[in-house]
Every structure is written in C-alpha cells, then in structure tokens.
C-alpha cells in the first residue's frame, strides 16, 4: 500500500445503537488495503442538549474539512438532527439505491435495482402549515430550481454511468405549478443529455406500475415528499426498511458534488442499544457508497457484494431470520470481503 492510499472522514456518532453500528464499520475498514482515517463528533442527544451549536458546528468543520461524512441513527427531541445538518451543509438531493437480496424473504417476486434521486428540500416539509379557525388549515409547497437542476443533473449523471434512462415522476398534472416547474427544468436537463432516454410520469400510476413491473426502473428522479414516500416503498419491496442506505449532496453551480454524507436507514433501536443484536447491513452499505463516491469503486463494490453474498448464505442476524449477533455477522461480511479481495489481487497478477 502506497503513502497516498488513505481517506479520512467525518463520522457522526449518534444514539442508541450507533456506537455499534460505528464498531461495526471499523472492524471492517481494517480489512480494506486502505487506511481510513475517522474523526469522530459527538452528535449524541446528551451533547446536543447541553451545547447544540457547538455540536453542528464541530460536525459542519468536519466534513468541510474532510469533504465527505458517515452519520449514524440520531434522536430527535425537538428539531431533527437531520434537518439541521441538511440545512447547514445545503444538501439539496438525497439518493437512495434499492435493490433486491437474495436471501431475504419478501412478499414481492419482482427484482428491483432501482436508484431514487430525491430533491431534499423544498415540497410540503419546509412548511408545517397553520390553523385557520377551528375547521381548516394551510400550508405552502414550494419548488425551487436550483435543487430541480441538481438532482435531475446528478440523475442524467447516474444513467449514464448506468447505461439506463431516466424517469422524472410528480404529479404535474394537478400541481401544474409546482410539479410543473420541476418537470420543466428535468426537461432541460434533459435536453443537455440527449444520449439518455427520459420519460415523465404520474406518481400515482408510477407507484402501481413499480410494484407490478419494478425491472422497468432504474433511476427515478422525484420532489421531496414523492422521494421519501417512494424510498420507503421501494425498501418495503425487497424485504425491510432497515436495509436501505442513503446520501447526500451538496453541490457547486456547475451540478458537481461539493459535500457528501451517507447514512443508514432506520432508527436508533434503543430496545436492542448495546445488546449485540442490530443488524449493521445498512450502515455497511452506507460505508460501501462512501468509498465509491471517494474513488475506491472496487473496494466499496466489493464490500457492497460481500454484504450481499453473507446474506444470501444465511448468515444473518435475528431480524432477518438468523442466529449472529452485530458482531458475528460484522465478522461474517468481513471474512467474505477478505475473499472478494484476494480473489481481485489473484487475478491482477
């Protein structure tokens, strides 16, 4: 291994079960021909509670110092930990790759490989709405362009890296305003990628037909509140929420990633915190997209095809039917990766 093979990272230690999600993610970053360097900030509910702005602010010179973030499951008491950080780093697009387990039991016999490319901000969740007297209420939805061009550029980007169309879906129809802008602009997008093919779609109809014929989407690219709806779906779909890992960007004005950050799926589990019993799949995945969108594509392929190959073995925790705990299948993923990598070193020779 060469003096220039390292990355660091920030990682942002939460509640409940993170630390062993954190644990989890080390043991297997020792198994990598790769130092990973992490520098850890405390984003717990004990140290939010007593110094807030000094915790986002540790976490918001942490990744732009280090240009990318692993953030484990937090509490939220009163404002989302979330919401914070993807207002302080200006996260804007939030993608969540969804594909079928072999392995896992689910109620569904399609095969899904599906990337949703979700606006992060703007739609009905800027806007918690107000009463108007006793019987009505209100709130305001608002569309952007400047995160309509991000993601629907980071999609065109994805599709064509994936060899596959793009399928921009809202509900332009009634929102004509609103929905109807952010199809206007993925269309000019569009326009700048006439080597990738995209279609519009209704969200309700797309909903129906991605259950009925999940092969037919790859990359999808959505609002705020379409995308949050769609990712859980779709995780629904091939089993378990859990299993799901998301990112996001911020980017520059030319659509190039600025800042990421990469997150497991779910909660903090406080009923099994400490306990040897939560499934790490999700924050493994998540550590594997933060190597390819680093540079290390084959380690963060090979780690994401290790998770996949340990499941499909059986070797899983309880919640997926299996009898490990966090550390037996960390050290199950682990052994698997070890193989994926020195079958790789076998062949380059």
Same mark, same amino acid.
């Given at each position: 291994? %060469?003096?220039?093979?390292?990355?660091?990272? @920030?990682?942002?230690?939460?509640?409940?079960?993170?630390?062993?999600?954190?644990?989890?993610?080390?043991?297997?970053?020792?198994?990598?021909?790769?130092?990973?360097?992490?520098?850890?900030?405390?984003?717990?509910?004990?140290? &939010?509670?007593?110094?807030?702005?000094? *915790?986002?602010?540790?976490?918001?010179?942490?990744?732009?110092?280090?240009?990318?973030?692993?953030? $484990?499951?937090?509490?939220?008491?009163?404002?989302?930990?979330?919401?914070?950080? &993807?207002?302080?780093?200006?996260? %804007?697009? =939030?993608?969540?790759?969804?594909?079928?387990?072999?392995?896992?039991?689910?109620?569904?016999?399609?095969?899904?490989?599906?990337?949703?490319?979700? =606006?992060?901000?703007?739609?009905?969740?800027?806007? @918690?709405?107000?009463?108007?007297?006793?019987?009505?209420?209100?709130?305001?939805?608002?569309?952007?362009?400047?995160?309509?061009?991000?993601?629907?550029?980071?999609?065109?980007?994805?599709?064509?890296?994936?060899?596959?169309?793009?399928?921009?879906?809202?509900?332009?129809?009634?929102? %004509?305003?609103?929905?109807?802008?952010?199809?206007?602009?993925?269309?000019?997008?569009?326009?700048?990628?006439?080597?990738?093919?995209?279609?519009?779609?209704?969200?309700?109809?797309?909903?129906?037909? =991605?259950?009925?014929?999940?092969? %037919?989407? &790859?990359?999808?690219?959505?609002?705020?509140? $379409?995308?949050?709806?769609?990712?859980?779906?779709?995780?629904?779909?091939?089993?378990?929420?859990?299993?799901?890992?998301?990112?996001? $960007? *911020?980017?520059?004005?030319?659509?190039?990633?600025?800042?990421?950050?990469?997150?497991?799926?779910?909660?903090?589990?406080?009923?099994?915190?400490?306990?040897?019993?939560?499934?790490?799949?999700?924050?493994?995945?998540?550590?594997?997209?933060?190597? =390819?969108?680093?540079?290390?594509?084959?380690?963060?392929? @090979?780690?994401?095809?290790?998770?996949?190959?340990?499941?499909?073995?059986?070797?899983?925790?309880?919640?997926?039917?299996?009898?490990?705990?966090?550390?037996?299948?960390?050290?199950?993923?682990? @052994?698997?990766?070890?193989?994926?990598?020195?079958?790789?070193?076998?062949? *380059?020779?």
């Amino acid at each position: 291994m %060469s003096e220039r093979e390292f990355l660091d990272l @920030a990682e942002f230690v939460g509640d409940g079960i993170s630390t062993e999600l954190s644990e989890s993610v080390h043991a297997i970053a020792k198994r990598l021909p790769l130092e990973v360097r992490f520098h850890p900030v405390d984003l717990t509910l004990e140290r &939010r509670r007593s110094d807030p702005e000094a *915790a986002f602010e540790e976490a918001e010179a942490a990744i732009r110092r280090h240009g990318v973030a692993l953030k $484990y499951p937090t509490i939220t008491e009163t404002v989302s930990p979330n919401k914070v950080l &993807r207002d302080r780093f200006h996260f %804007s697009v =939030i993608h969540r790759p969804v594909a079928t387990i072999p392995g896992v039991p689910t109620r569904h016999d399609g095969s899904v490989d599906v990337h949703i490319i979700r =606006i992060a901000v703007g739609g009905t969740y800027e806007d @918690a709405g107000r009463r108007i007297g006793t019987e009505s209420a209100v709130s305001i939805r608002v569309i952007e362009r400047r995160p309509c061009f991000e993601a629907a550029q980071f999609a065109f980007r994805l599709a064509k890296r994936l060899g596959t169309d793009v399928v921009s879906t809202s509900k332009y129809t009634i929102q %004509s305003a609103t929905d109807g802008l952010f199809e206007e602009i993925v269309r000019e997008v569009a326009a700048q990628h006439s080597d990738v093919a995209h279609r519009s779609e209704l969200f309700d109809a797309l909903l129906a037909k =991605i259950i009925m014929r999940p092969e %037919s989407y &790859r990359v999808i690219v959505t609002p705020n509140e $379409y995308g949050d709806f769609l990712s859980d779906a779709a995780c629904g779909m091939i089993g378990s929420v859990g299993l799901g890992a998301s990112a996001s $960007y *911020a980017f520059d004005g030319e659509g190039n990633v600025t800042l990421a950050m990469f997150d497991p799926a779910g909660g903090t589990a406080p009923d099994i915190a400490g306990q040897d019993k939560c499934n790490p799949s999700a924050a493994l995945w998540a550590f594997s997209m933060l190597l =390819i969108h680093s540079g290390f594509r084959g380690l963060g392929s @090979a780690l994401d095809q290790a998770i996949r190959r340990t499941i499909a073995n059986g070797s899983t925790t309880a919640d997926l039917g299996g009898s490990l705990g966090t550390r037996g299948f960390t050290e199950a993923v682990s @052994a698997s990766l070890a193989g994926l990598l020195a079958g790789e070193q076998t062949r *380059a020779r």
